[in-house]
């Protein structure tokens, strides 16, 4: 069956500029996570959906990072005015339903680039 | 900031062998824990998880073990083989603060034939 899918693959984005980055979960799951994972580096939380609750934005690092999720389905990153740190792997993931830490199951990732 | 010059901890073991990962953790009130393999590339493959009433739980050729009293977590394979070389992850989550995951630094595993 399908799994988490992200697009696109690849970025490089100039500094300054806004970029999208997109996830698609398992059909039917009503949880999806953003993580953020730099470089020789363990994932970050970003952020957490989950059905219609309200985002747990916690782990959002700035301003500039926002995220949507979209009939509870295909969700949005988006970075503003990117900067160079923002260099990394960006991994979303979705699982069947919280309570609990049911598991999770990630996409390939999008590996960004700030030049 | 950036992360030039980190270096993950690395494990070298033999076709064959047994592998021990380890992994502190760092929230005591954490009370579900994952350890994840992620091969170059790829994201994280879920291996298997434990939840804090239980010391040890055991897969196909893994087996976790928590030690709740020094918050410290491993994962053991059985029989290594060339296909486990990858980064190994653990991760920990507080029930009451919803699914996030809190994850280390990892480990790499290489498998020598």
């Known amino acids: 069956g399908a799994g988490v899918s992200q697009s696109p693959s690849n970025k490089v984005t100039e500094k300054g500029k806004d970029v999208e980055l997109r996830c698609d979960p398992i059909s039917g799951h009503t949880a999806l996570y953003w993580y953020r994972q730099s470089l020789g580096q363990g994932l970050e939380f970003l952020i957490y959906f989950q059905g219609n609750s309200a985002p747990d934005k916690s782990g959002l690092p700035s301003d500039r990072f926002s995220a949507e999720r979209t009939g509870g389905s295909v969700s949005t990153l988006t970075i503003q005015r990117t900067q160079q740190e923002d260099s990394a792997v960006y991994l979303c993931a979705s699982s069947a339903g919280y309570p609990e830490g049911d598991e999770q199951y990630f996409g390939p990732g999008t590996r960004l680039t700030v030049t | 900031g950036e992360n030039v010059g980190l270096h993950l901890p690395t494990l070298s073991v033999q076709e064959g062998d047994n592998s021990i990962i380890n992994c502190a953790y760092s929230n005591s009130a954490s009370d579900y824990f994952i350890w994840y393999k992620q091969e170059s590339g790829k994201g994280p493959q879920f291996i298997i998880d434990?939840?804090?009433?239980?010391d040890k739980r055991q897969g196909q050729r893994v087996t976790v073990l928590l030690n709740k009293t020094v918050k410290h977590l491993s994962l053991q394979i059985a029989a290594t083989q060339p296909g486990d070389s990858a980064v190994y992850f653990c991760a920990e989550n507080v029930s009451n603060q919803g699914g996030k995951l809190i994850f280390g630094q990892g480990t790499e595993l290489s498998v020598k034939p």
């Open positions: 434990i939840r804090s009433n239980m």
